[in-house]
């Protein structure tokens, strides 16, 4: 094996899982190619959390036929769930290896290389997190570390507990250890990860919680801006607001997954909250002297949701304004105890509340960037669009500024920089301005 392929479906635990995958392998000698035709050895690092995604990744197994000596795996989410019957599937698959047995990798390459047809690693029971003494990052200004993996929640719809296995925190010693080598290496911009990243538990003697870490990482020399996700309103603190009020450097967002502004609903999901409490920790970000952009996830059509809940998700949007949403129809997943339960929804009228839902918010993010218009906000720069002419940054709050600056400039002046930038117009999903400095 002297080449690989990889392709990542999936959350940012995946993305950055297969970070560390692209290190592992290039520090066994393997070089990171960039089709599946030229690579000795073809991964796909998939993602099970809806059918679709699901499906995926049989479709590009199937479009990447077998051919002589290539060897094909099978990584994260769906290679967890499905186990061996993925060979059943795609009898052309070689390796099927879950995210809690990444620290085995390297042996399972070895066994691989020794000539076994089909190697496995899908036990759940690890105690360890995947770390990795070289890791691959593609954006030299942002970097993410994960922080806590798995999840040990049990919401019906879900598959990530039996995908990603029971919670495991890393050491905060761990944690800060590699937050300061990415600063002295550059990186500007950390995100921290995990599935439910405020339920972070540092397993040292210092016993940590995750608003003590998340203050301890803002305060990293040559870090300028930490963000953090997801965060799991059971676990949400207020000391969390309080360690954001304190330091400069953590940004001014937080993403707390709703799924549902019904209480009832909430209950048959088993989230551990009601709306009330949601709304109660919406509160303390609203009442925070930072302005806290807020974003979440929802799912329409769980089954049993009534016209009445779907109304209270509806108004939860209406009085939380959030800067924007992620939302997906309800679908149902193997294992899960929602699989079973009575009173689907059908898919079409899934569908219809999805779009409503989306436009109602739709005019929430209108209204919200508009009002921004006339600000200064500093961006980190992030790229340039050559079909416009504008750069792209992002502000604290996450939202996409595209702007100009007075001078032709090349990619490498502007790319990491940290800008002011005037903001002269607004759309649903970004904002557009103008540098507000000679650069
Ligand atoms: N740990 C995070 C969520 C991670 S999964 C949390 O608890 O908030 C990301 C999102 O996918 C979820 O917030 C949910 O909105 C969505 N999702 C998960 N399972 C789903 C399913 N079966 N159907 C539709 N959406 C789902
Ligand atoms: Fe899934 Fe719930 Fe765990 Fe989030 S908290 S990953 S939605 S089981
Ligand atoms: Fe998907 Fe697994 Fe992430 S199911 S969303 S890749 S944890």
Redesign the pocket.
């Given at each position: 094996m002297k080449s690989f392929y990889i392709e990542t479906f999936g959350?940012q635990m995946n993305v950055h899982d297969s970070e560390k995958v692209i290190g592992t392998l290039e520090r066994r000698g393997l070089e990171q190619v960039t089709t599946p035709d030229a690579a000795d050895l073809v991964l796909f690092n998939t993602c099970s959390?809806?059918d679709k995604a699901e499906q995926k990744v049989f479709q590009r197994l199937s479009e990447n036929k077998r051919s002589k000596g290539k060897i094909f795996g099978v990584l994260g989410c769906v290679a967890q769930q499905e186990g061996e019957r993925i060979f059943e599937k795609a009898p052309h698959v070689n390796l099927v290896v879950g995210s809690a047995s990444y620290p085995k990798l390297g042996e399972l390459l070895v066994q691989i290389e020794q000539g076994e047809r089909r190697v496995t690693g899908l036990s759940l029971d690890s105690d360890d997190t995947f770390e990795t003494p070289m890791t691959r990052r593609d954006n030299p200004h942002r970097a993410y570390i994960t922080i806590i993996e798995g999840?040990d929640?049990s919401?019906a719809?879900?598959?990530?507990p039996y995908t990603r296995g029971h919670e495991r925190s890393r050491t905060s010693e761990s944690v800060l250890a590699e937050a300061r080598e990415l600063a002295s290496k550059g990186y500007s911009e950390i995100q921290l990860l995990g599935?439910?990243v405020n339920s972070y538990r540092d397993p040292s003697p210092m016993g940590w919680n995750f608003a003590q870490l998340l203050e301890a990482v803002g305060r990293v020399e040559g870090i300028r801006r930490v963000r953090f996700t997801?965060?799991?309103p059971r676990d949400f603190g207020k000391d969390i607001v309080d360690a954001m009020d304190r330091t400069e450097t953590l940004c001014n967002m937080v993403h707390l997954?709703v799924?549902s502004g019904s209480t009832n609903v909430l209950r048959a999901m088993q989230r551990q909250y009601t709306r009330e409490q949601y709304m109660e920790r919406i509160e303390w970000l609203k009442a925070s002297k930072r302005d806290i952009a807020l974003s979440t996830?929802?799912?329409v059509g769980f089954p049993g949701e009534t016209e009445e809940d779907f109304a209270q998700t509806l108004r939860l949007l209406d009085e939380v304004e959030y800067d924007s949403i992620?939302s997906?129809?309800?679908?149902?997943?193997p294992n899960?105890p929602?699989q079973g339960m009575g009173d689907q929804i059908p898919d079409e009228e899934k569908g219809r509340r999805l779009i409503v839902l989306q436009e109602r918010q739709r005019a929430i993010q209108i209204r919200r960037n508009t009002a921004l218009v006339g600000t200064e906000q500093e961006v980190l720069v992030e790229g340039f669009n050559s079909t416009t002419g504008q750069w792209i940054g992002r502000t604290s709050q996450n939202r996409v500024l595209n702007f100009t600056v007075g001078q032709q400039k090349a990619r490498d002046e502007m790319i990491g920089r940290y800008l002011p930038v005037r903001v002269t117009r607004a759309g649903p999903n970004s904002l557009a301005g103008e540098c507000a400095i000679a650069v």
């Amino acid at each position: 094996m002297k080449s690989f392929y990889i392709e990542t479906f999936g959350c940012q635990m995946n993305v950055h899982d297969s970070e560390k995958v692209i290190g592992t392998l290039e520090r066994r000698g393997l070089e990171q190619v960039t089709t599946p035709d030229a690579a000795d050895l073809v991964l796909f690092n998939t993602c099970s959390i809806r059918d679709k995604a699901e499906q995926k990744v049989f479709q590009r197994l199937s479009e990447n036929k077998r051919s002589k000596g290539k060897i094909f795996g099978v990584l994260g989410c769906v290679a967890q769930q499905e186990g061996e019957r993925i060979f059943e599937k795609a009898p052309h698959v070689n390796l099927v290896v879950g995210s809690a047995s990444y620290p085995k990798l390297g042996e399972l390459l070895v066994q691989i290389e020794q000539g076994e047809r089909r190697v496995t690693g899908l036990s759940l029971d690890s105690d360890d997190t995947f770390e990795t003494p070289m890791t691959r990052r593609d954006n030299p200004h942002r970097a993410y570390i994960t922080i806590i993996e798995g999840c040990d929640k049990s919401c019906a719809y879900c598959v990530v507990p039996y995908t990603r296995g029971h919670e495991r925190s890393r050491t905060s010693e761990s944690v800060l250890a590699e937050a300061r080598e990415l600063a002295s290496k550059g990186y500007s911009e950390i995100q921290l990860l995990g599935q439910n990243v405020n339920s972070y538990r540092d397993p040292s003697p210092m016993g940590w919680n995750f608003a003590q870490l998340l203050e301890a990482v803002g305060r990293v020399e040559g870090i300028r801006r930490v963000r953090f996700t997801t965060s799991h309103p059971r676990d949400f603190g207020k000391d969390i607001v309080d360690a954001m009020d304190r330091t400069e450097t953590l940004c001014n967002m937080v993403h707390l997954p709703v799924q549902s502004g019904s209480t009832n609903v909430l209950r048959a999901m088993q989230r551990q909250y009601t709306r009330e409490q949601y709304m109660e920790r919406i509160e303390w970000l609203k009442a925070s002297k930072r302005d806290i952009a807020l974003s979440t996830d929802i799912i329409v059509g769980f089954p049993g949701e009534t016209e009445e809940d779907f109304a209270q998700t509806l108004r939860l949007l209406d009085e939380v304004e959030y800067d924007s949403i992620f939302s997906f129809k309800y679908s149902v997943r193997p294992n899960t105890p929602a699989q079973g339960m009575g009173d689907q929804i059908p898919d079409e009228e899934k569908g219809r509340r999805l779009i409503v839902l989306q436009e109602r918010q739709r005019a929430i993010q209108i209204r919200r960037n508009t009002a921004l218009v006339g600000t200064e906000q500093e961006v980190l720069v992030e790229g340039f669009n050559s079909t416009t002419g504008q750069w792209i940054g992002r502000t604290s709050q996450n939202r996409v500024l595209n702007f100009t600056v007075g001078q032709q400039k090349a990619r490498d002046e502007m790319i990491g920089r940290y800008l002011p930038v005037r903001v002269t117009r607004a759309g649903p999903n970004s904002l557009a301005g103008e540098c507000a400095i000679a650069v």
